[in-house]
């Protein structure tokens, strides 16, 4: 099982693990034109938002996957 940990600020939750398909995520990201990317996530097996860091008008929803454990 393969995994990335990147550099994140986490508002207004403790600690979360999700999990994404990860074609759908590099799509995700690949079409956002900005350095940051916002997450909004509504919990654990939850999905999850993904919006450009300066342009809100761009939206991408993703369904996280259960993590293998």
């Not at 939750?13 to 916002?38: C, I, K, M, Q």
């Amino acid at each position: 099982m393969a995994s990335q940990r990147l550099p994140a600020s986490l508002t207004g939750a403790d600690a979360l693990t999700v999990a994404f398909n990860p074609g759908y995520l590099l799509d995700t990201l690949t079409s956002l034109d900005s350095p940051e990317v916002r997450f909004h996530l509504l919990g654990p097996g939850q999905r999850a938002l993904l919006t450009d860091g300066s342009d809100s008008a761009h939206r991408h929803l993703l369904m996280s996957v259960k993590p293998l454990v």
